[in-house]
């Protein structure tokens, strides 16, 4: 599974991204797929994640202003909305896929967010 993330950019508090993540296989072939951030110093967290049930979970600083969705087959997409400056971070995308072998993690090249006071 090969994971293209895009949309990542500077933005004023207050303002809105989306991000998106492209898959190579398609979204339903998935158990899950979800945005992780990181920052330097500390470890990746969860954002948000969708499930292949339609479940989504979200990080505590997410909820209610960050949604996560599927688009087209292969699409995952991250609004965020009313971002503040410590939204700011390298976001990931990863996929959770089930193989022979038990559930994999894949991950995508991450995107920076920019969010300035």
């Known amino acids: 599974v090969q994971l293209q993330a895009s949309g990542g950019g500077l933005v004023q508090a207050g303002e809105s991204l989306r991000l998106s993540c492209a898959s190579s296989?398609?979204?339903?072939?998935?158990?899950?797929i979800g945005w992780y951030r990181q920052v330097p110093g500390k470890e990746r967290e969860l954002v948000a994640e969708?499930?292949?049930?339609?479940?989504t979970n979200y990080g505590e600083s997410a909820k209610g202003r960050f949604t996560i969705s599927r688009a087209a087959r292969n699409t995952a997409y991250l609004q965020m909305n009313n971002l503040r400056p410590d939204d700011t971070g390298v976001y990931y995308c990863?996929?959770?896929?089930?193989?022979?072998?038990?559930?994999?993690?894949?991950w995508g090249q991450g995107t920076l967010v920019t969010v300035s006071s």
């Open positions: 990863k996929a959770e896929k089930l193989t022979g072998v038990g559930p994999q993690d894949y």
């Open positions: 969708l499930r292949i049930s339609g479940r």
């Open positions: 296989v398609t979204i339903f072939e998935l158990n899950g």
